[in-house]
């Protein structure tokens, strides 16, 4: 961002008061590790030559994670730049400056990440700088999905629906779209994440929900399996994943029922980093379509979900006295 400002930008700096959507890009941007991710990113980063000049690395990304906190399209992340001066600081623009990428740029920076795998990259980063401050623990995980819905309509350009896309039944109620699977640790940080259609069992991911280093294993009663307690116990591993009847939970009983409880207490922390990514930035119908795409969309949010969640613990002092 240059340091020359428009009239607006002054004005806008001198107001009295500090908005919520201020300070939480202040706060993202504080833990954010820039420096890491535009390393992982820059080799595949188109470079300066004969054609046209591309923009600034870090600026794309910050675009780019706008879209997700925000749940925005190319063409609304670009507007929201001209629009909100708080995203215009976030993103380090300045209108009188610097030019704002257009949306088909913005759309080619999204697939570059979705091509070459970055997203995953972003995600495995985030995971070892919590790792390196101690904010994931390895003895226990909590496993949990979540459907995402799809458009099922078939108004399109094709006529057809994602064909990715499968419906399952859930309590009374038919789902049309894929799921998320996450694996936690026992404050509710994710460090596994996988995608599938909404038909899949859940049980079926678990394996891939594992980092090896478990104590103790917690899930709902989707994830229970006799042999499966059996061998995780030989292991030394604790089976805590709520026990399921013949029938379901109505076959239990009343000592099961509790015990299931109090399991549940712990296993309901697996719930906060759903609630960060569907309730507060919106992702709980998928924008783009097939499952791989929606993936990639995916593990940037519970990337950034992550440090959402600890983010008083990284916060530098000088930021957290200013806020």
């Known amino acids: 961002m240059s340091d020359q400002r428009t009239f607006a930008s002054v004005a806008w700096s001198r107001k009295g008061k500090v908005t919520r959507?201020?300070?939480?890009?202040?706060?993202m941007d504080a833990v954010i590790p820039w420096q890491r991710l535009i390393a992982l990113i820059e080799p595949q980063y188109p470079k300066a030559g004969r054609g046209?000049?591309?923009?600034?690395?870090?600026?794309?990304?910050?675009?780019?994670?706008?879209?997700?906190?925000?749940?925005?399209?190319?063409?609304q992340a670009e507007d929201a730049i001209y629009d909100s001066e708080s995203m215009r600081r976030f993103a380090k623009v300045e209108l009188s400056?610097?030019?704002?990428?257009?949306e088909t740029t913005i759309l080619r920076f999204r697939h570059l990440l979705e091509k070459h795998r970055l997203t995953e990259a972003i995600f495995e980063a985030v995971k070892d700088l919590l790792t390196e401050h101690h904010?994931?623990?390895?003895?226990?995980t909590i496993v949990d999905a979540t459907i995402i819905a799809a458009p099922s309509s078939t108004k399109n350009a094709t006529r057809t629906r994602d064909p990715e896309m499968k419906q399952t039944r859930k309590a009374r109620n038919w789902h049309f779209g894929m799921k998320l699977h996450i694996g936690t640790d026992r404050r509710g940080v994710v460090h596994s994440?996988?995608?599938?259609?909404?038909?899949?069992?859940?049980?079926?991911?678990?394996?891939?929900?594992?980092?090896?280093?478990?104590s103790v294993l917690y899930g709902d009663q989707a994830y229970w399996k006799e042999a499966d307690r059996q061998a995780f116990e030989e292991q030394g591993v604790r089976y805590r994943v709520n026990r399921r009847g013949p029938r379901g939970n109505r076959s239990l009983n009343e000592r099961w029922r509790k015990i299931n409880r109090a399991r549940s207490r712990t296993r309901a922390r697996c719930e906060?980093?759903?609630?960060?990514?569907?309730?507060?930035?919106?992702?709980?119908?998928?924008?783009?379509?097939g499952i791989a795409k929606n993936l990639a969309r995916a593990q940037t949010m519970f990337a950034l979900a992550n440090l959402y969640a600890v983010r008083h613990r990284l916060l530098p002092p000088q930021v957290r006295c200013a806020l």
């Open 21 to 27: 959507r201020e300070r939480f890009l202040v706060e």
């Open 52 to 75: 046209r000049r591309p923009h600034d690395l870090e600026l794309m990304l910050r675009i780019y994670f706008l879209q997700q906190w925000f749940n925005l399209s190319d063409p």
């Open 97 to 102: 400056q610097d030019k704002v990428p257009d």
């Open 135 to 140: 904010l994931l623990l390895r003895a226990g």
């Open 193 to 214: 994440l996988t995608a599938t259609h909404a038909a899949e069992a859940d049980l079926k991911q678990l394996p891939n929900l594992l980092h090896g280093e478990e």
């Open 272 to 289: 906060h980093p759903f609630r960060i990514v569907k309730q507060l930035w919106g992702f709980d119908k998928t924008r783009y379509r």
